[in-house]
């Protein structure tokens, strides 16, 4: 029970990821509050979670909203009474040619994406600070780190979160506080499952990947539960990408 009387927030944790990352948390010991856009699909997760209800709290969350994002924060203070790990799952992205996307289309996925983890981490760290203590985890991407074609505004805010991970760790080291940034590679998620549907495409991917398939939400436990426990006490802005060895291949088809 690492996690023993920790609190974790966790954004897009309706989301296949986001709820792996929660529960994650939560079967650690930590008491867990859920947020996302859906009050629904919120109440299922909670249901599915798999820890007592007394320990999880649901707060629908817009997090392009700052005003939203504040009182998420404020309720789960109000409710646990400290803010010990946020982590930031929450995101969108939409698939078109860059030479096709509107000026709306690219705020809207910057908002959310980059402003609203940024906005997230700040009202976070407002409770953080004085007790000098704190674990935040951005969720970026592979793509931070390599270029795919259609996503142009997607990639933009998964690179930013990698270098905005640096800044925050750097101004908050002192007060304690750790900011790290997990990126997964290819993921199987709703997200992402129509493009897995074509098997071509799906194969095309899992050539580039050196342990021959593609991520599962799962995979996302050890290095969550580690990053947000006292084992890493001494790690702060760094980015770790959860990919099954894709860019230590260098993009290199397998076979």
Not at 20 to 31: I, R
Request: contains cysteine.
């Amino acid at each position: 029970m690492l996690l023993e009387e920790k609190v974790g927030v966790i954004t897009g944790a309706s989301g296949d990821l986001g709820f792996a990352m929660a529960q994650a948390l939560g079967k650690a010991g930590a008491n867990i509050v859920l947020a996302s856009r859906d009050k629904r699909r919120l109440e299922d997760a909670a249901g599915k979670i798999g820890i007592e209800a007394s320990r999880v709290h649901i707060v629908p969350t817009d997090v392009g909203d700052n005003k939203q994002v504040k009182f998420l924060m404020k309720s789960s203070f109000d409710r646990f009474g400290s803010i010990d790990v946020l982590i930031t799952a929450a995101g969108i992205q939409i698939r078109k040619p860059a030479v096709e996307f509107t000026c709306d289309e690219w705020e809207r996925v910057l908002k959310v994406n980059l402003s609203g983890t940024f906005f997230c981490c700040q009202e976070a760290a407002k409770y953080m600070i004085p007790r000098r203590r704190g674990k935040i985890i951005l969720v970026s991407s592979l793509t931070a780190e390599i270029g795919i074609p259609n996503i142009a505004a997607y990639v933009a805010s998964r690179g930013a979160i990698r270098q905005l991970t640096k800044a925050l760790a750097v101004e908050w080291a002192k007060f304690n506080i750790n900011v790290n940034c997990i990126g997964p590679g290819r993921f199987l998620t709703k997200m992402t499952q129509d493009i897995f549907a074509n098997e071509e495409v799906k194969n095309s991917f899992i050539r580039l990947i050196p342990m021959g398939r593609v991520g599962v939400p799962d995979d996302l436990v050890g290095i969550t539960v580690f990053l947000a426990s006292e084992a890493s006490n001494y790690i702060t802005g760094q980015s770790f990408y959860v990919d099954g060895g894709w860019l230590a291949a260098g993009g290199n088809p397998l076979g």
